[in-house]
C-alpha cells in the first residue's frame, strides 16, 4: 500500500486540478455587463451577498442606494447565472438587517469584570486591538500559541482569512464547535478519502449559459438523500435547480424521514427511520449486484475494492431492510431500478449522513452508489470539485508552510483522528478540544477567537453544557459578528463588530465560478469593519511576513490562482468561470501528478478505502443501528417512546441567524416541535399547544405543530433557538428551547459524526404555572 505521507504529496491535501493548467482558462465572464449604474436618484451595484449575514449561496443581487449611499432596496441579479435573480426571503428582508437597532457598530469590551452582564463600554479599534494583541502574547508566553483557539462557524467567505490569521500567531488550533463536525465536513471526508475530492450534483452551474450549453444533460434521476434543498440551499446547491431539472426531464427520488413539499412530487419518496439511511443505500447497492445492474466498464476499471463491497451489501437484503429502514421492500427495489436504468443518476445530499455517529463508514455507502451507476464526472451526475483557478479562497496552503512540523502536531485530535486531514476544513477535533478547555489535558487552552460562530445556540450540547462550560473556562474571548449573541453575552471580553456583505469588498468563489462582492452601502455613520479586514490587520501585527497586501482588494488578488485576473478585472467583468470539462479521470486531469485515475493511494475510487485500513478505521461502507431507538434500546422506549429528529431548516433562518429580523421572525415567531395529528391526539396535545419535549439529557420547550409531515412514531423539533428579545443577562434563553439540550457529545470512532438525527424522546403540554 502506497504511503499516506507519499500521497499526501501527490496531491491528497491539495484540492488542485491537474498541474496542465486545465482550469487557468476562463471560459466566461459578465463583461459588457456594468458593476455600477444609476436609475434616476438611485445607484445601483452590482454584488453578491455573502456574510455576514448570510447562508452558503452568496447569490447575485442589485443593491439601490440614495445619493447619501444608504440602503433603499435590492432586487435579485437576472443576469446572474448562478442563482437567475431568483431570492429567498432571507436575502429579501436585508432592509431588517442593515439598520436593524441591535446590530454592534462599535468595538466594545466588558465594562465589568462579571461575565454574562450586560455592560459594555465602546473602544477604538486600535484599543481593541491592543488589548486583544497584549492578552494572547501573554499567553503565548506563558502557554505556547497552541492554547489559544480560533473558531469559525459556516465560514462562507472569512475561513482564508481567519486560517491565515491563527497560523500567522501560531496556532494549529482552528475549531469547528460542533461535536463530531457533524456538518458537510464527514461528506467531503468521506467523498475525499474513496476518490481524493468532493462530488456536487450537476445542475448545470459549472456554465455561465446553464440549461442551454451543448454539453449538459439533465441528470435521468436526482435522488434527494436527507435534504429539502427548496428550503436549506446546501453547499452552494440551489433548490430551484431541482425544480428546473424536473421541468426538463429528471425524475425524483426522496429519502427523508419528513415529506417535505419536493417529496410530494416525487416519483419515489422513501420516508425511512431516522438514522438508518446507510442500510437504505447498502440496500440497494445489493439489488443493484445480485441483478448485475451496475455499470460494469466503470467498475472493472476504475474502481477497487469491488468484492469488499458485494460482501457488505449481501447482509441487506430488501426484505432485511424493510425492518431496519421501515421503507418497503418494493420501494427499495424500486430505487434501485432507478438508479441503474435512468441514466445518469445524480444526488443532493445533506446533513442526514453527517448526524449519525458512525456517518463516515455511512457516508461511504452513498458514495458507492453513486460509482456503481457509472455517474461520476458525467454529464447530469455527480461531478468533481475544484475551486475555481486553484483559488485559496476557503483556507490557505496547508498549516506546515506556515507553523513548525512540531506545532501542527499539536493540533487537538491530529494523532488520534487522521482522517481529519481529509476533512476539506483542517481543524481541531472539537470535543478533545472542548475537554482540554475544561480539563486542561493534554494541555491548556486558555483564550478563544470566535468569528462568525454562536456556539451555545448552535453546539452546545449535553450533558451539562458542555460547550458553555468549555467557553467560560477560559481566560479570555473574543467575539467577532454582527449581532450581540448569546455567546458573545456570555464569555466575551471584546466584541468586534463586522460589516455587512453590502457595506464591504469582498469575493464569492464556490467551485462553479467567482464573483466580487462590491460595497454598494456607506457605512461611515458606523464604526465596523470587514472580517477579511480584521484577520488582515491582526495578521499584519502578528506576521506581516504572511500578511504582504495592504488593501483587502491586494489579498483577493493574489488569491485567483491561475486565472490570469485581478481583483479590479474581475469586478470589471462581474464573474467569471473556467473551462469545463467531463471525465478528467479518464484524461490526467483529476490527479496533481497527472496519472490517469483518481486521486487516492490506488489511482481508483475506493470502494474499500487504503487509508481507512492503514489507520485502523472500518474501510468499506456499512451501518450502524442508531445508539437509541427500537432496536438498540428497547427498554428506553418505554419511558421515551417517540423518535427524536431534530435540525430540519425553515424558510427564515440560518442556523442560529435571523431571529431579530422582524419580517423572519413573523415566518417563524417560535420554536416549533413537528408531530403527528394521531400522535398528538394519544398526548392531549393541539396544535398550538406549548408542551415539553424530554430525553434522558434534558428538556425543552417547544409550541407543537401538528402535521403529517412526520411519522406518527416520530417528532422533529427546530434547533439553533435564542431570544434576541429576552433578558441578555439570561443569555437570551438561549438553553430554554434548544434543541442541543438534548443531544449527547458523543462521536464515532474516526473522531467525527454525531446522533443529532436518530434520538428518543417523550412530550407532554407544558402546565399554566410553567410559562
Known amino acids: 500500500m502506497e504511503d499516506v505521507r507519499e500521497a499526501k ?17 476562463v471560459a466566461a465572464t459578465g463583461e459588457g455587463l456594468p458593476w455600477r449604474w444609476q436609475e434616476g436618484d438611485l445607484t445601483v451595484t452590482r454584488t453578491a451577498a455573502w456574510s455576514a449575514p448570510g447562508c452558503h449561496l452568496g447569490c447575485g443581487v442589485k443593491v439601490y442606494t440614495d445619493s447619501d449611499g444608504r440602503f433603499v432596496k435590492l432586487e435579485g441579479d437576472e443576469c446572474n447565472p448562478f442563482n437567475q435573480g431568483r431570492l429567498c426571503v432571507r436575502c429579501l428582508s436585508f432592509d431588517q438587517v442593515v439598520e436593524n437597532e441591535q446590530r454592534l457598530t462599535h468595538p466594545m469590551k466588558r465594562a465589568r469584570i462579571d461575565r454574562g452582564k450586560d455592560k459594555w463600554e465602546i473602544i477604538t479599534w486600535d484599543e481593541a486591538y491592543d488589548l486583544i494583541c497584549s492578552k494572547f502574547e501573554e499567553i503565548k508566553r506563558e502557554y505556547g500559541p497552541e492554547a489559544i483557539l480560533f473558531a469559525s462557524g459556516t465560514g462562507r467567505d472569512i475561513a482564508n482569512g481567519m486560517y ?16 463530531g463536525v457533524a456538518c458537510y465536513g464527514p461528506r467531503i471526508t468521506a467523498t475525499s478519502i474513496m476518490m481524493g475530492n468532493y462530488c456536487v450534483p450537476d445542475c448545470s452551474m459549472y456554465f455561465a449559459d446553464r440549461y442551454d450549453n451543448p454539453q449538459w444533460r439533465p441528470p435521468g434521476v436526482i435522488f434527494i438523500w436527507g435534504n429539502n434543498p ?47 439511511d446507510a442500510a437504505l443505500a447498502l440496500a440497494i447497492i445489493n439489488i443493484m449486484i445480485e441483478d448485475g445492474t451496475y455499470d460494469h466498464e466503470f467498475v472493472e476499471n476504475w474502481t477497487y475494492g469491488f468484492d469488499d463491497l458485494a460482501q457488505a451489501a449481501r447482509e441487506y437484503p430488501a426484505e432485511r431492510a424493510e425492518e431496519i429502514t421501515w421503507v418497503p421492500a418494493a420501494k427499495i427495489r424500486e430505487a434501485a431500478r432507478m438508479a441503474a436504468e435512468c441514466s445518469p443518476m445524480t444526488m443532493q445530499w445533506g446533513l442526514a449522513l453527517d448526524q449519525t455517529r458512525e456517518c463516515i463508514s455511512g457516508s461511504m455507502a452513498l458514495v458507492a452508489l453513486w460509482a456503481l451507476t457509472g455517474s461520476i464526472d458525467v454529464p447530469g451526475g455527480m461531478v468533481t470539485t475544484h475551486q475555481p483557478f486553484g483559488a485559496e479562497i476557503w483556507q490557505p496552503p496547508a498549516a506546515e508552510t506556515f507553523l513548525a512540523d512540531d506545532i501542527v502536531q499539536r493540533r487537538i485530535g491530529y494523532h488520534e483522528y487522521p482522517l481529519y486531514k481529509y476533512s476539506g476544513c483542517v ?23 470566535w468569528q462568525s460562530t454562536n456556539p451555545l445556540s448552535c453546539c452546545s450540547q449535553s450533558p451539562e453544557d458542555k460547550a458553555y462550560r468549555a467557553i467560560m473556562n477560559l481566560d479570555f474571548n473574543v467575539v467577532v459578528d454582527i449581532f450581540m449573541t448569546p455567546t458573545a453575552m456570555a464569555c466575551a471580553e471584546v466584541i468586534l463588530p463586522v460589516a455587512t456583505w453590502a457595506e464591504k469588498t469582498g469575493m464569492r468563489s464556490i467551485w462553479y465560478y467567482m464573483q466580487p462582492i462590491n460595497a454598494a452601502v456607506d457605512a461611515s455613520g458606523i464604526d465596523v469593519k470587514s472580517d477579511l479586514q480584521i484577520n488582515l490587520d491582526l495578521g499584519k501585527r502578528w506576521a506581516p ?20 485576473y485581478d481583483y479590479e478585472r474581475l469586478r470589471d467583468v462581474n464573474w467569471m468561470y473556467p473551462q469545463f470539462e467531463y471525465r478528467k479521470y479518464r484524461t490526467g486531469k483529476q490527479r496533481a501528478d497527472g496519472a490517469r485515475g483518481f486521486n487516492t493511494p490506488t489511482g481508483r475510487l475506493e470502494f474499500k478505502s487504503t487509508l481507512c485500513e492503514q489507520w485502523g478505521f472500518e474501510s468499506v461502507p456499512s451501518y450502524h ?26 424558510w427564515s433562518y440560518f442556523h442560529s441567524e435571523g431571529r431579530q429580523i422582524p419580517r423572519l421572525r413573523a415566518l417563524r415567531p417560535d420554536p416549533i416541535v413537528e408531530v403527528h395529528p394521531k400522535t398528538a391526539e394519544a398526548y392531549g396535545i393541539c396544535d398550538g399547544n406549548w408542551v415539553w419535549v424530554e430525553n434522558e439529557y434534558g428538556k425543552i420547550e417547544m409550541k407543537a405543530q401538528t402535521t403529517i409531515a412526520v411519522p406518527e412514531a416520530v417528532v422533529n423539533v427546530d434547533h439553533a433557538w435564542w431570544f434576541p428579545e429576552r433578558d441578555p443577562e439570561r443569555l437570551f434563553d438561549t438553553f430554554s428551547s434548544n434543541a442541543n439540550q438534548l443531544v449527547p457529545p458523543e462521536f464515532g470512532s474516526t473522531g467525527f459524526g454525531a446522533n443529532c438525527k436518530s434520538l428518543i424522546c417523550r412530550i407532554y403540554k407544558v402546565s399554566e404555572g410553567e410559562r
Open 9 to 25: 504529496q501527490d496531491g491528497m491535501d491539495d484540492w488542485v486540478v491537474g498541474r496542465d493548467g486545465s482550469a487557468s482558462i
Open 164 to 179: 491565515r490569521m491563527a497560523y500567522s500567531f501560531g496556532s494549529p488550533n482552528i475549531a469547528y464547535q460542533q461535536t
Open 230 to 276: 427548496l428550503v436549506s440551499n446546501a453547499d452552494g446547491n440551489v433548490g430551484h435547480w431541482m425544480v428546473d431539472c424536473m421541468k426538463r426531464g429528471s425524475k425524483i427520488a426522496v429519502v427523508d424521514p419528513r415529506l417535505t413539499w419536493i417529496a410530494s412530487k416525487a416519483d419515489l419518496f422513501m420516508q425511512l427511520r431516522p438514522g438508518t
Open 545 to 564: 511576513e504572511k500578511w504582504p497586501w495592504s488593501t483587502v482588494e491586494e489579498f483577493f488578488s493574489d488569491q485567483m490562482g491561475s486565472s490570469g
Open 625 to 650: 443501528e442508531t445508539d437509541r431507538g427500537p432496536v438498540s434500546t428497547p427498554e428506553l422506549m418505554e419511558e421515551y417512546p417517540l423518535i427524536l429528529t431534530t435540525g430540519a431548516r425553515n
Open 427 to 449: 481543524v481541531a477535533q472539537p470535543d478533545m478540544l472542548y475537554d482540554a478547555c475544561i480539563t486542561g489535558e493534554p494541555y491548556a487552552i486558555k483564550a478563544g477567537w
